[in-house]
């Protein structure tokens, strides 16, 4: 039986990572350490909680006496690392929270595993999930490698870029298994509805304006979670210790063509006539520092490990819709308490 630490394993995609992981493989016994932020809902993994080789610990990354005593009693065998603050307007707020989950939690994690695997680290594996934003902007042309310099200009990029700096540091001078992989914009169910898509699905359903920044041409390649949740499956069993992999949909969308499929999908769903909400649609002021455009070249992935996207977009974004629509619940409970304060305050004067 091995021993694998998730961390994060309550947030969007960390619960589709758990699930898959918890019943893929009844030999590992899966750690899901998740410190229950406003993004981490322990209903995301209703259907694994009562599972065997599932444990769930509730805990802080930013607490070190804490991992390395959990480190010390588990003895893990490998480590998926995708706990993170991961929202860009909230880091715009308040960047300090940011740096101390997203790097010195990191790096936290990084010191338990050098501690508790400094004898061998054979077999082991450190893996940091990351994100292509490290990568800056593009213009219309071109994509993301893994030899792409880092270039960041979110708080929330920086943040992930700088852990990633030292996931890479403590490969090189401790010999640290380490692997990390830059992902593009995730989508699916359970989702924290600030991000673009259920964000967008909540307030279409509720006949709420849709606020689009700037003039909504900045461009994202969307990836179904299930998808991420298979290449991060491979990289962590496959990949070679020191190694990078970018991962991405090759499904590029202006966020206003996206929210105008979303519209059209919600309206047939909802049995509005066609085109109804196109009118929620509200031109707001940009983000600042607004990446215009993420692209990713995914051919390492591809030659390497056979990894390729296998959801289709129009299928993924059809049960993506229908997910939320039948879990009101999971919505009403996400979006109580906390989620009204950051709505009217990222909103209520746009
Ligand atoms: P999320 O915000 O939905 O979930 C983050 C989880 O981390 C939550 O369950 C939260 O409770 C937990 N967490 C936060 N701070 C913690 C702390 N101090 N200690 C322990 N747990 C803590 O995020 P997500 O969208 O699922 O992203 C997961 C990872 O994937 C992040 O590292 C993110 O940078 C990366 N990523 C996300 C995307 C995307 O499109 N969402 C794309 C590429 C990479
Ligand atoms: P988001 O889901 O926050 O992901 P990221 O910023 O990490 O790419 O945003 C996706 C795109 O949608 C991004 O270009 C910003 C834009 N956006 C809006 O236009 N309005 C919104 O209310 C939100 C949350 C995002």
Not at 239 to 248: D, E, F, L, R
Not at 274 to 284: A, Q, R
């Amino acid at each position: 039986m091995k021993n694998i630490l998730i961390t994060g394993g309550a947030g969007f995609i960390g619960s589709h990572v758990v699930r898959l992981f918890v019943n893929k493989y009844p030999d590992y016994h899966i750690f899901n350490l998740d410190k229950l932020t406003y993004a981490g809902n322990l209903e995301n993994l209703a259907d694994v909680c009562d599972k065997p080789n599932y444990t769930f610990v509730k805990g802080d990354i930013e607490d070190l006496g804490f991992v390395m005593e959990l480190f010390r009693k588990y003895r893990f065998d490998g480590v998926i690392h995708l706990a993170a603050e991961s929202h860009v307007d909230r880091s715009i707020e308040d960047p300090m929270t940011f740096i101390h989950t997203n790097v010195l939690g990191t790096v936290h994690l990084l010191n338990a595993a050098r501690e508790i695997w400094k004898d061998s680290a054979d077999g082991k594996k450190f893996y940091q999930i990351s994100t292509d934003e490290v990568y800056g902007a593009l213009g219309d042309t071109g994509s993301f490698s893994e030899t792409t310099p880092y270039n960041p200009h979110s708080p929330y990029s920086a943040a992930k870029a700088s852990a990633d700096h030292f996931v890479r540091a403590y490969h090189d001078t401790y010999k640290l298994p380490t692997v990390i992989s830059n992902c593009s914009n995730n989508y699916g169910p359970n989702q924290f509805p600030e991000k673009l898509i259920p964000l967008f699905i909540n307030n279409i359903k509720n006949n709420k304006p849709l606020p689009v920044y700037g003039k909504g041409l900045n461009v994202r390649d969307w990836l179904y979670v299930e998808d991420h949740a298979e290449a991060i499956d491979l990289i962590f069993h496959h990949a070679v210790p020191g190694s990078t992999y970018n991962i991405g949909g090759n499904n590029e969308w202006k966020n206003i063509d996206l929210i105008k499929k979303l519209i059209e999908i919600m309206d047939r769903k909802l049995g509005r006539p066609e085109g109804e909400s196109l009118k929620l649609i509200t031109y707001v002021t940009d983000r600042a520092g607004h990446d215009f455009r993420y692209a990713i070249d995914a051919s390492k992935v591809k030659e390497d490990l056979g990894w390729m996207p296998k959801v289709k977009f129009d299928e993924g974004f059809e049960k993506t819709v229908d997910w939320y629509l039948a879990n009101e619940e999971w919505f009403n409970h996400v979006t109580s308490g906390e989620y009204a304060e950051y709505y009217e305050k990222m909103y209520g004067n746009r």
